[in-house]
């Protein structure tokens, strides 16, 4: 069991209210399948929403946020553990070195910035770790076609997108990141 999944997501909630259906369902399913969240730290929106879930079902969280952003998103000091570093790389690395896995929750600039650079690592080799989007109310599905598009342009692999673990349910995500083989990652390997 991949035990501490990372959630990128964002600090407002979209104008859906299914957004904060779909996240709370999500920390509910990690909590209850005794995971732990790393997340940003934040407090409002999608990152509040799913932070609060996990904590509501018993489980454990653990944030990391930029002395910054402490303010502008409210940091969540009612959580398990709050990191607060000093910028947002040491953030991302941060996250990163404590996470089995990662979801892309829906979520703006930052969230794409986030799930794209962890990604491209699995695909350098940086790490061998599941990279999932969670299709909350299908908020993914035009970026899959927007990805299929560069499949089909030559600029990504079919075989590295097929590495991608995409599903609108909790539980199946969470069991398609424990049945996670890494595979096609060895491209950049000097040999």
């Not at 979209?14 to 509910?28: D, M, R, T, V």
């Not at 952003?69 to 990191?83: D, N, Q």
Request: glycine residues 10%; negative net charge.
């Amino acid at each position: 069991m991949k035990k501490n999944i990372c959630v990128f997501c964002g600090a407002s909630y979209g104008n859906n209210p299914q957004y904060q259906f779909y996240a709370e369902q999500l920390g509910e399913q990690i909590a209850k399948q005794g995971r732990t969240l790393v997340y940003g730290g934040g407090n409002k929106g999608l990152m509040g929403t799913i932070a609060n879930a996990v904590l509501a079902n018993g489980g454990e969280v653990i944030g990391v946020i930029p002395e910054r952003l402490v303010k502008a998103e409210t940091a969540h000091h009612g959580i398990t553990s709050l990191e607060i570093v000093a910028d947002m790389h040491i953030r991302k690395a941060r996250m990163a070195e404590l996470a089995d896995a990662f979801i892309a929750m829906p979520g703006g600039t930052g969230t794409l910035e986030e799930v794209f650079e962890i990604w491209t690592g699995a695909q350098i080799g940086y790490h061998e770790k599941p990279v999932a989007l969670y299709n909350a109310f299908d908020f993914w599905a035009p970026m899959q076609v927007f990805l299929k598009h560069a499949v089909t342009e030559g600029f990504i692999r079919e075989s590295f997108y097929n590495t991608l673990i995409v599903s609108d349910d909790p539980t199946t995500l969470l069991q398609q990141i424990d049945n996670y083989i890494p595979k096609d990652l060895d491209r950049w390997i000097k040999k």
